[in-house]
């Protein structure tokens, strides 16, 4: 099963804001090789940018881009993502429309974020974390 992450499950997961509970538990699942976790190159920037804002340091959150990059699979964001979301924008946020079309274009079979109002548009099936978690251990 391929999963794409947002980037604010990845946060979530590390900084233990809201929903940390259940994206830490998709983020160990991805670790354990039970489900194929996907980010974008462009989210890693993000990722170290705002964990800083959790007080992590800079050695921290290079360890942290490390784990991410060990187990997860990354996917390289397209100047077709960018065109696509530039024609897009209108309709939502520019930024999560460069995420839908990467998840769509690499074929994952799922898109979680916390924020799933901001992919009411998406072309993927979107999940919330706890969603998500509820449906994965239903089929164990």
């Known amino acids: 099963m391929k999963v794409f992450f947002d980037s604010?499950?990845?946060?979530?997961?590390l900084s233990e804001r809201k929903e940390s509970f259940y994206s830490l538990k998709l983020v160990k699942k991805v670790i354990l090789?039970?489900?194929e976790g996907y980010v974008a190159t462009k989210q890693i920037t993000d990722i170290y940018y705002v964990l800083k804002r959790y007080g992590f340091t800079s050695e921290e959150r290079i360890k942290l881009l490390k784990v991410i990059t060990t187990y997860f699979q990354?996917?390289?964001t397209l100047s077709?993502?960018?065109k696509y979301s530039i024609e897009k924008y209108q309709e939502g946020d520019f930024e999560d429309f460069v995420i839908d079309n990467i998840c769509?274009?690499?074929?994952?079979?799922?898109?979680?974020t916390s924020n799933t109002a901001d992919f009411e548009n998406s072309r993927n099936v979107v999940f919330a974390p706890k969603d998500l978690i509820t449906i994965l251990e239903a089929g164990e």
């Open 8 to 13: 604010n499950v990845i946060i979530d997961a």
């Open 33 to 35: 090789g039970s489900i």
């Open 104 to 112: 769509k274009v690499n074929c994952c079979d799922y898109l979680v």
């Open 74 to 76: 990354l996917l390289p």
């Open 80 to 82: 077709s993502d960018i």
